[in-house]
């Protein structure tokens, strides 16, 4: 399977477990202190890490990390707005279609040309060595 789609269905998955990390307890732990909620969203969150690092880890062999970093925040609007409308029964806004086309602008630009892997990035050209101190004479 290529590496974007193996990063693609782990960044989907990842932000699943995030997105109830950050906002179910809006639905579902509203009456408990917010120390609780944060406890819980904790629990979850760590379960996200465990797929969202090997998922960073694997995009960046062939994508840079501003890439890796806007392919994230697409896959979060995909997953945020169902689990908007459809778990916190939140209004669709026109505003969603205008953040998503902005969004698609941002992957132009960054996805646009070959991909950045760490074997072709562009490469920083050394500095020469500071001079050592002076022997003394």
Known sequence: MP??????GLLVLSNV?????????LKNMNDKPWWLAALASWG??????????PANRLGHSQYSVGQLKILQEILTLLVFVP???WYLKEPLKLDYLWAALCLCGAVFF???????????APVKQAESPQPGPKPNR
Do not use: C, D, K
């Open 83 to 85: 689990f908007s409308l």
């Open 17 to 25: 477990f995030m997105t109830f990390a950050w906002y179910a307890h």
């Open 44 to 53: 979850i969150a760590f379960f996200e890490y465990l797929i969202q690092v």
């Open 110 to 120: 960054v996805f646009r040309g070959s991909p950045v892997s760490p074997s072709n």
């Open 3 to 8: 590496v974007l789609a193996q990063t693609i």
